[in-house]
Every structure is written in C-alpha cells, then in structure tokens.
T-cell receptor, first 115, second 109 residues
Framework: SAVISQKPSRDICQRGTSLTIQCQVD?????MFWYRQQPGQSLTLIAT?????????ESGFVIDKFPISRPNLTFSTLTVSNMSPEDSSIYLC????????????FGPGTRLTVL | EDQVTQSPEALRLQEGESSSLNCSYT??????LFWYRQDPGKGPEFLFT?????EEKEKERLKATLTKKESFLHITAPKPEDSATYLC??????????WGAGTKLIIKP
C-alpha cells in the first residue's frame, strides 16, 4: 500500500478565487488520480496525472478549470480555479502503485466549501 | 457502457445480524473488482481486490466473493464500528475505476 497525505484538509473560499490542493505519497507511484466526491455521492474522476506528460481529463472537466501538475513520482497538485459554490465538494487524490496491480489507494481528502 | 450498481442504498442491521451487500457490474475488460470502506469525511479505505470469478477474500468479519456479473460483500456478526459506506468499483481496460453509488451500512447496538 501507500501512505498518502493531502493539504489542506479543508478550506472555505470565496467565489472567484482559486485553491491549490497538494497530494504527497510516501513512495514513488506510477499513476495518480484526482477525484471529486459531492455530498452523498460516489467518486467522479477528474483527471489522471502521469509524471512527465500532460494530465488526461475526463469528460466534463477541463484544464483551465482544474489545472494539474505532476513534477515527480511522489507529488501532484490540483488547482480549482475561479471557484463557484458548485465546486463545493471533497477532492480526493488516488494512487496506483503498480506493485498492488490495479488497486488504488486514497488520501484523506480535501473538503472545500465555496461561499 | 461500463456500469456498476450497488444495492441496497442503505442497510440497517442489529449488532450481530449478518447480511450481504451486492455489487452488480458490466465492464469491458475487467481489471479487478474493488471494495472500499468510507467513513464520513474521510477518503476510501481499501478492503479487497478480486480478479476472477469464484475468488473469495476475507478480512475479520468481511468476506468478498465474485461471479462473472456481481460481487457480494458478506458481513458476519457485525459490530457498530462496521457502520460506514461501502463502495464497489471495477477496473476497466483503460485502467480507470468505475464506481458504484455505495451502500450505507448502519449497525445498531
């Protein structure tokens, strides 16, 4: 498995501002994923972040709104840009280590509230 | 289209009352079926990965089984601390996880 930390754990932001969420893993991982989980719902994949290449975004998510960086094999950031109340959600970082096959492990999440 | 359906949406049990949660799926190129536990305000906690029909895995009071169309998470003699939302996901040929909506399990003492 992998130990994953996220910063911040929660934040309250004003409409129109941006927030960058960090994901740190205690070991090198092949694939990192960013998910959104809205209240009472399951996980929705935003994008897949691979080191050394552009992130791959899912339908309905665009780079201008959710820019992602993956500077090395243990770290990634997700920025939520020009926020609106509809962006209020839990944002989760997931990783696939390779050693555990296709299993993904998750960080504790970042709870974002946009006023 | 890849799809995962979990049932029931919510399940209330008395402590010690055994039951099962269901996860039915359709997927192109199954790359594993995954069970997670999620407590309120926390990230999903990995429980099991199953790859082949007939495969079973156990952990404490939980046992996961897999057929070609569905998976069951059996919970034996549950305790209040087993209360959580249980999520099922399948891996597809694009290395993505397709998630079910979850089953909220409440165990009353």
């Amino acid at each position: 498995s992998a130990v994953i930390s996220q910063k911040p754990s929660r934040d309250i932001c004003q409409r129109g501002t941006s927030l960058t969420i960090q994901c740190q893993v205690d070991s090198q991982v092949t694939m990192m994923f960013w998910y959104r989980q809205q209240p009472g719902q399951s996980l929705t994949l935003i994008a897949t972040a691979n080191q050394g290449s552009e992130a791959t975004y899912e339908s309905g998510f665009v780079i201008d709104k959710f820019p992602i960086s993956r500077p090395n094999l243990t770290f990634s950031t997700l920025t939520v840009s020009n926020m609106s109340p509809e962006d209020s959600s839990i944002y989760l970082c997931g990783v696939r280590t390779g050693a555990a096959g296709d299993t993904q492990y998750f960080g504790p999440g970042t709870r974002l509230t946009v006023l | 289209e890849d799809q995962v359906t979990q049932s029931p949406e919510a399940l209330r049990l008395q402590e010690g009352e055994s039951s099962s949660l269901n996860c039915s799926y359709t997927v192109s190129g199954l790359r594993g079926l995954f069970w997670y536990r999620q407590d309120p305000g926390k990230g999903p906690e990995f429980l099991f990965t199953l790859y082949s029909a007939g495969e079973e895995k156990e952990k404490e009071r939980l046992k996961a089984t897999l057929t070609k169309k569905e998976s069951f998470l059996h919970i034996t003699a549950p305790k209040p601390e087993d209360s959580a939302t249980y999520l099922c996901a399948v891996g597809n040929s694009n290395y993505q996880l397709i998630w079910g909506a979850g089953t909220k399990l409440i165990i009353k003492p």
